[in-house]
């Protein structure tokens, strides 16, 4: 059971590049999210999805487009990279709302 | 390096004994709580959970306290090993989907 997986683990972007960060779970989890780690702050809420083909906004989405065709997958799209949006991301997952999140291990995403 | 901790308020505890770790949340209407453990290069673990008709709760090794009065949460590690050395942080879940976690407090362990 791999649980929630994340690729890459590592990248480097110039800005203005656009990439995707992978997400995938393995629990056949309804809720997914995506989150931004910044030094001195929580985790922010970027995206979420509540089930297949539902997704919504969190606390600081701009910049990024998120989709859920399949319930294991949510993908996280940078469409043109700015390098405030270097940072820590990392996708979660939970089998219903209110319940612990399960979290992969994280991308670091360096913008220069 | 680890670029998560930098910032952060630091706990630091003699091998063998207590920790105590607190955090504050802002809404009276949250009704789940949720610490997490975070090793350096890695993502949040799940440690404990709470529900807000709760006061305490126990597992091992660790125990969480809810005082809903105050809006405080606390999460109290016994005997604590090198091992615990980590960024701990806690969440509080309002309404359907919403978790909001707090900044977090480095755990450093002394040999």
């Known amino acids: 059971n791999a649980g929630v997986t994340q690729t890459p683990k590592f990248q480097v972007l110039k800005t203005g590049q656009s990439m995707t960060l992978q997400c995938a779970q393995d629990m056949n989890h309804e809720y997914m999210s995506w989150y931004r780690q910044d030094p001195g702050m929580g985790l922010r809420l970027i995206h979420y999805?509540?089930?297949?083909?539902?997704?919504d906004q969190g606390e600081v989405p701009n910049g990024y487009n998120v989709s859920r065709s399949t319930t294991e997958d949510f993908p996280l799209r940078l469409l043109s990279a700015a390098p405030s949006q270097t940072s820590v991301y990392f996708c979660a997952s939970s089998y219903r709302s209110g319940a612990e999140a399960f979290f992969g291990q994280g991308t670091r995403l360096t913008v220069v | 390096g680890e670029s998560v901790g930098l910032h952060l308020p630091t706990l630091s505890v003699q091998e063998g004994d207590n920790s105590i770790i607190n955090c504050a949340y802002s809404n009276s209407a949250s009704d789940y709580f949720i610490w997490y453990k975070q090793e350096s290069g890695k993502g949040p673990q799940f440690i404990i959970d709470?529900?807000?008709?709760?006061d305490k709760r126990q597992g091992q090794r660790v125990t969480v306290l809810l005082n809903k009065t105050v809006k405080h949460l606390s999460l109290q590690i016994a005997a604590t090993q090198p091992g615990d050395s980590a960024v701990y942080f806690c969440?509080?879940?309002?309404?359907?989907?919403?978790?909001?976690f707090g900044t977090g407090t480095r755990l450093k362990v002394l040999a």
């Open positions: 969440a509080e879940v309002q309404g359907t989907y919403k978790y909001i």
């Open positions: 709470i529900r807000s008709n709760m």
């Open positions: 999805s509540v089930g297949a083909g539902i997704t």
